[in-house]
């Protein structure tokens, strides 16, 4: 299994609401990463997670907060978000903490906020 | 931190040539080079990657240099086909103490193979 599963596909939230984005592995990937991407640019790094503890917090707002459960889940919580928090999240994990290895991404949640 | 420049944005090819996308980047610490292919919609993918202590690989069609002097590498594509049209990021891993990959993207180039 070499996938990286993303759940739900879309989301569509209002600016008071709370919601979850969640995200699994079985691959034994040790390192774990969420990223934003807006239309026709890069991803953006947001959390990394290696061996379940947050390793990197790239400055990203406090109504983002991330969660991993166990070696296999991430989840990111969503609370009173901005219209310009609409964007495609996705979720990547690697092999482990170090090391040059691939990324695998899942193939992201679209989030629509009203 | 890592800057990622990627050259060209858009690129337009016809069918059977080939296609280059250049980029640069800034941290001479940086250790790890993927190349993602990301289509409509759909999730980015790894091509082809090298590491700094190799100046070339390749993968069939698809080909990576690295000029770790100049912080220069270079995504080659042979034999263009219509399946190749998406866009492409480059992407440098920088060095996390905290363990991690931090991948800085290159800002993408819109590749279209064009019948």
């Known amino acids: 299994d070499t996938e990286v599963t993303q759940t739900p596909k879309h989301l569509v939230m209002g600016m008071t609401n709370k919601k979850s984005l969640k995200c699994e592995q079985h691959?034994?990937?040790?390192?774990m990463y969420w990223y934003k991407q807006k239309a026709k640019k890069p991803p953006e790094l947001m959390f990394v997670y290696s061996y379940e503890k947050l390793s990197i917090n790239e400055s990203v707002p406090s109504r983002f907060s991330p969660e991993c459960p166990n070696s296999s889940l991430l989840n990111l919580h969503l609370h009173a978000l901005q219209p310009e928090d609409s964007a495609l999240y996705l979720c990547?994990?690697?092999?482990?903490?170090?090391?040059?290895?691939?990324?695998?991404f899942g193939q992201g949640t679209r989030l629509t906020v009203v | 931190g890592e800057n990622v420049e990627q050259h060209p944005s858009t690129l337009s090819v016809q069918e059977g040539d080939s296609a280059v996308i250049k980029c640069t980047y800034s941290?001479?610490?940086?250790?790890?080079f993927p190349w993602y292919k990301q289509e409509l919609g759909k999730r980015p993918q790894l091509i082809i990657d090298?590491?700094?202590?190799?100046g070339e690989k390749k993968d069939q069609r698809i080909a990576v240099t690295l000029n770790k002097t100049a912080k220069h590498f270079s995504l080659h594509i042979t034999e263009t086909q219509p399946e190749d049209s998406a866009v492409y990021f480059c992407a440098a891993k920088g060095v996390l103490t905290g363990g991690g990959n931090k991948l800085t993207f290159g800002t993408g180039t819109q590749l279209k193979v064009e019948l």
């Open positions: 990547a994990s690697s092999a482990n903490g170090q090391g040059n290895t691939e990324a695998f």
């Open positions: 691959m034994g990937h040790r390192a």
């Open positions: 941290d001479s610490a940086s250790n790890y």
């Open positions: 090298i590491r700094s202590n190799v």
